[in-house]
């Protein structure tokens, strides 16, 4: 058998002359060779970097600019906010914060009661001192189903007020402030409340506008009676026939959404009562939550979070505020529940409360299914919409 020439030299000492053959690597041949396609041939160190592995560079290093600029936005809108928020919790008194219930774990994965307080005394010059909680509404979260409750508990309503005799519940705002709004409600309803937030609607139109306007589906045509005159001359005033709002989801400025939900008489509808107003105001605090809930929002978080809290004082921290904005996130508009407690109205406007509101408190709580209202005032609740 004919000797193979090895591919190296065998060296027994001493140094041995001669060039050590070389092994080229066997030419590998793709199937499209001979077809236009050209071979894949081995081209030694020092080749250029495929032009896929370059742009799956960029598009990584694109990437990591785009998480790094989310981080830095999201920090700068967090102190925006915070600024805000800490004037928002020096508004409200120590006494307020000692009457609350402490929240058990954390807002994203506990439930929380949070009581919204409105007032509009100083929308005009007229009530200035007028302290009266015009608004008053309970918010249960429920992070475990995705489901906000909400509850409208009307402000002629008779219950007891401690320390003053019974008297209308809004009047526990004007004789005691926050803290015996608190004490009142938590005795009337026996709820436990978390948290509160004491919108001066004066300024929430300020809020509103912050966020660009919110979008609230209005039931039906309504045409007001005349407060507030948008003119200057008491002679324009007497010929204008009062606000105006068309039936449809419709985009609201700040002022535009103020006026709707202080509306107390619809010329078109004479049997609205002060229950529909307080469903308008369930629909405009529900469309400022989703806006401020939203990703444009966050947008604007940098330049504007100051202004998203300016008309509030509240207990809530930032962390909680956020915590509670991705809970409204997260929830099903079409599951939310509606409710409404009731009275036995007289002809004076106020009345003492319905024997049927401890089956909406049980509804509200979750504790049995919704059901609607059977009379003009009475409680009831209702899925998707607020009740009218």
């Known amino acids: 058998m004919a000797r193979e020439e090895k591919p190296y030299r065998v060296y027994r000492g001493g140094r041995a002359k001669g060039k050590v053959p070389?092994?080229?690597?066997?030419?590998?041949?793709?199937?499209?060779?001979?077809k236009g396609g050209g071979a894949a041939d081995y081209r030694g160190p020092g080749t250029s970097t495929p032009k896929r592995a370059r742009w799956g560079r960029r598009i990584g290093a694109a990437l990591g600019m785009l998480v790094l600029l989310v981080i830095v936005w999201a920090v700068a809108g967090?102190?925006?906010?915070?600024?805000?928020?800490?004037?928002?919790?020096?508004?409200?008194?120590?006494?307020?914060?000692?009457?609350?219930?402490?929240?058990?774990?954390?807002?994203i994965s506990h439930s929380t009661i949070v009581l919204l307080l409105g007032t509009d005394n100083s929308a005009l010059a007229s009530r200035a001192g007028d302290m009266h909680s015009d608004s008053i509404l309970l918010l249960r979260t429920d992070p475990s189903h995705h489901r906000l409750y909400y509850l409208s508990i009307p402000r002629d309503l008779e219950v007891p007020i401690p320390g003053h005799?019974?008297?209308?519940?809004?009047?526990?705002?004007?004789?005691?402030?926050?803290?015996?709004?608190?004490?009142?409600?938590?005795?009337?309803?026996?709820?436990?409340?978390?948290?509160?937030?004491?919108?001066?609607f004066g300024d929430f139109k300020e809020l509103i506008d912050a966020l660009g306007g919110i979008q609230v589906d209005v039931p039906k045509p309504i045409r007001s009676n005349r407060f507030d005159c948008p003119?200057?001359?008491?002679?324009?005033?007497?010929?204008?026939?009062?606000?105006?709002?068309?039936?449809?989801?419709q985009h609201m400025n700040g002022e535009r959404a103020l006026i709707y939900s202080r509306i107390r008489e619809n010329v078109l509808d004479p049997s609205e009562t002060d229950f529909t107003r307080g469903a308008r105001q369930q629909a405009v605090i529900d469309a400022?939550?989703?806006?401020?809930?939203?990703?444009?929002?966050?947008?604007r978080a940098p330049f504007k979070g100051g202004s998203y809290v300016k008309p509030l004082a509240t207990d809530l921290s930032t962390s909680q505020l956020v915590q509670l904005g991705w809970v409204?996130?997260?929830?099903?508009?079409?599951?939310?529940?509606?409710?409404?407690?009731?009275?036995?109205?007289g002809g004076g406007g106020t009345g003492s409360p319905s024997?049927?509101?401890?089956?909406?408190?049980?509804?509200?709580?979750?504790?049995?299914?919704?059901?609607?209202?059977t009379g003009q005032f009475d409680p009831g609740c209702v899925i998707g919409h607020p009740l009218q």
């Open 165 to 200: 005799g019974t008297q209308k519940i809004n009047a526990a705002f004007q004789n005691g402030g926050t803290e015996l709004a608190i004490q009142t409600i938590r005795d009337f309803t026996g709820l436990r409340v978390n948290h509160v937030i004491v919108v001066n």
């Open 288 to 299: 400022v939550t989703s806006k401020l809930a939203s990703f444009g929002t966050f947008l």
């Open 78 to 107: 967090w102190f925006s906010v915070a600024g805000g928020v800490s004037d928002a919790n020096k508004r409200l008194t120590p006494d307020a914060k000692s009457a609350l219930a402490a929240q058990s774990g954390l807002l």
């Open 231 to 249: 003119y200057a001359t008491q002679a324009q005033c007497d010929k204008w026939p009062g606000w105006r709002f068309e039936k449809g989801n």
């Open 328 to 345: 409204k996130f997260r929830a099903s508009a079409s599951s939310s529940v509606h409710c409404r407690l009731g009275g036995d109205f």
């Open 355 to 373: 024997e049927d509101n401890p089956a909406t408190l049980a509804m509200f709580l979750g504790r049995s299914a919704p059901q609607p209202p």
């Open 22 to 34: 070389t092994v080229r690597p066997a030419r590998v041949r793709t199937s499209d060779e001979g």
